[in-house]
């Protein structure tokens, strides 16, 4: 399973993840939008990105099925 995501993508947390650990519409992780600047593969299962976000005390470092491109599609929007 290797990530769709890559450098230079803009992206954002899941819609999926942030239901699973509790996160209300309203906190800064649901409006936190970065940039990919690197994604290492470690795994078929596992890749970690290098994130550039637009609020800088968000984790640099995110699993890579905890993100979604920003823009219409399942994994960013809930409609």
């Known amino acids: ?3 769709k995501i ?25 409006h936190c939008r970065g940039t990919i600047t690197d994604v290492k593969h470690y795994s078929d299962r596992l890749a970690i990105a290098s994130i550039r976000w637009d609020n800088p005390e968000i984790p ?3 699993n890579c099925c905890n993100l979604a491109i920003v823009g219409p599609n399942s994994k960013f929007c809930a409609c």
């Open 1 to 3: 399973m290797k990530t």
């Open 6 to 30: 890559k450098a230079g993508d803009l992206v954002a947390y899941s819609v999926q993840f942030l239901r699973s650990i509790g996160e209300s519409p309203t906190s800064d992780l649901c």
């Open 60 to 62: 640099e470092k995110v």
